[in-house]
């Protein structure tokens, strides 16, 4: 049977093969989905390792619409709070990144050590005798909310629910052993930065699961031979479906007639700093490139061999912050970074292959306005939620992603 999920919206009988669009735009689902989802039994991708080195570090994260500050304290442990001052809820920590011996809040310059304990309230006992905190206030009694953390191959995580599984549980064996190759040995940052896309945050979490669009979509791909549904490949899923795996092999590509009449397969451009897709083989399984996402909001990249890290923030029904990490690896040499950097180029808000990916789920967040029950139609390799090992012309990443949701959010 299908669960009510508003009360004039019901999903289809077909299950994750059918999704409602209205679950893009209406704000019903998307108060519950911050409760249920974002304060749900989940991981949710909060910082990298890196960005809080040392003692007294600290830097900003989101789950949801909650702010969260990850801090390292002077013992080198790390701590996830949620950023919102014990007195009138103001930010706490107003800077993206940065270093303290404590956390004061500009409004009444109440201050938290590293951990978050509340260690001093100014004109606690008032001032010459009169006014100041009743005699029984007690520090002790307020600090900033802590939240569960955990840290995986450098990436670090925050939940909420006390019934979320072990990271690695959570993550699964498959995920984990992608997750350990790419990101297992030590990180450096090549660079970051994010932009605003005008849609609803699901519509992103499918694009980074939808393994067949992007030699449709993606003429840059396509033109030079980058990443093609007619190279070697394939879509793997978790065992639980909810996180995936998206790879090619550009060594292997045999060109199909299938793309005669494909859009992105029309150009015959060069480029005139052909070095741009020079790089060195660093794995020895032939993948040079993969998309891993974890659920809900993460995404693992390697393109050629540029290594990124990207994972996207709700900020309205309508609003998606999405953010890039270009990543190296600390041991790598001064050729090697330079093409990792180089190589940058083809992702993010300007990048020669993800420029689209920018528009195209505004398109779909527009076209789906106004819907009324119209649906999305996930048949694309079936309609089951299975690997598919071996082809990227499926969506079942897609219907992987919806059926963890539904069940999360016990629809």
């Known amino acids: 049977m299908s669960a ?34 974002f304060r749900g039994p989940l991981w949710h991708y909060l ?15 989101e789950i ?6 990850v801090t390292r304290d002077e013992d080198g442990a790390l701590h996830a709070l949620v950023n919102r001052c014990a007195h009138k809820g103001a930010l706490v920590c107003l800077k993206e990144r940065g270093h303290a011996d404590q956390l004061t ?67 699964g064996p498959f995920v984990a052993g ?37 030699t449709l979509l993606h003429t840059f791909y396509t033109t030079f031979k980058i990443n093609r549904l007619d190279m070697d490949g394939g879509m793997i899923l978790s065992d639980d ?12 590509l045999r060109e199909s007639d299938e793309y005669a009449n494909v859009h992105s397969a029309q150009y015959k451009s060069g480029l005139h700093g052909p070095e741009l897709l020079e790089g060195f083989t660093e794995f020895d399984d032939g993948i040079t490139h993969m998309i891993q996402t974890v659920f809900p909001t993460l995404t693992v990249q390697l393109t050629l061999n540029s290594l990124a890290v990207r994972f996207f923030t709700p900020r309205g029904v309508d609003r998606t912050e999405l953010h890039w990490n270009y990543l190296g690896y600390a041991d790598d040499s001064p050729e ?16 020669l292959v993800s420029l689209e990916d920018g528009c195209i789920n505004e398109f779909v967040q527009r076209g789906a306005a ?7 139609f996930l048949e694309m390799g079936g309609r089951d939620v299975a690997s598919s090992d071996g082809s990227r012309a499926t969506e079942t990443g897609i219907r992987g992603f919806w059926q963890a949701y539904r069940g999360v959010m016990g629809w």
């Open 241 to 252: 479906g909810r996180h995936s795996l998206s790879y090619s092999k550009r060594d292997a």
């Open 105 to 171: 809040c500009v409004y009444h310059s109440w201050s938290y050590d590293l951990a978050g304990r509340l260690k001093s309230v100014a004109f606690r006992h008032g001032l010459r005798g009169k006014g100041g905190m009743p005699e029984d206030f007690d520090l002790g009694a307020h600090r900033l909310q802590p939240i569960r953390l955990a840290v995986f191959c450098g990436l670090v995580f925050g939940s909420f629910s006390a019934a979320t599984p072990d990271i690695e549980t959570f993550l």
């Open 47 to 61: 910082c990298l390792e890196i960005d809080v080195p040392n003692p007294g570090d600290y830097c900003l994260g």
């Open 178 to 214: 992608v997750l350990r190759r790419n990101l297992g040995r030590g990180v450096k940052r090549l660079g970051r930065h994010s932009q605003i896309i005008h849609n609803n945050w699901k519509l992103y979490a499918e694009n980074v699961r939808d393994s067949y669009h992007a």
């Open 4 to 37: 009510a999920l508003a009360p004039d919206l019901r999903w289809p009988e077909e299950g994750v093969s059918r999704v409602p669009f209205r679950l893009y735009s209406d704000p019903a689902v998307y108060a519950a989905e911050q409760e249920r989802l």
């Open 370 to 376: 106004g819907s009324g029950e119209a649906t999305e």
């Open 64 to 69: 949801g619409e909650v702010p969260i500050v």
């Open 336 to 351: 090697q970074t330079a093409i990792r950097a180089r190589q940058a180029n083809l992702t993010g808000a300007a990048g």
